[in-house]
């Protein structure tokens, strides 16, 4: 019985480090693609004909959007 034990808390050990590395992988891809979509987002805000007051009042919600 006790053998059976030590192999199922190792199989928890294993699979969480592998759980772990998976989500380490996942945050390092989202935190890449948000920083792409950041970057592709100043470049069309650099390159367009509307002033910064504009566009802030383009993405920002009115009032009665808020409630």
């Known amino acids: 019985m006790e053998q ?8 928890v050990v294993k699979a969480k480090a592998k ?13 890449k693609r948000d920083g792409l979509k950041r970057d592709e987002l100043i470049a069309a805000i650099m390159k367009s004909d509307k002033s910064y007051d504009q566009i802030l009042q383009f993405i920002q919600p009115t009032d009665q ?3």
């Open 19 to 31: 759980y772990d590395a998976a989500l380490a992988t996942l945050k390092d891809l989202m935190d």
């Open 4 to 11: 059976k034990i030590e192999k199922a808390q190792l199989d």
């Open 65 to 67: 959007e808020k409630g």
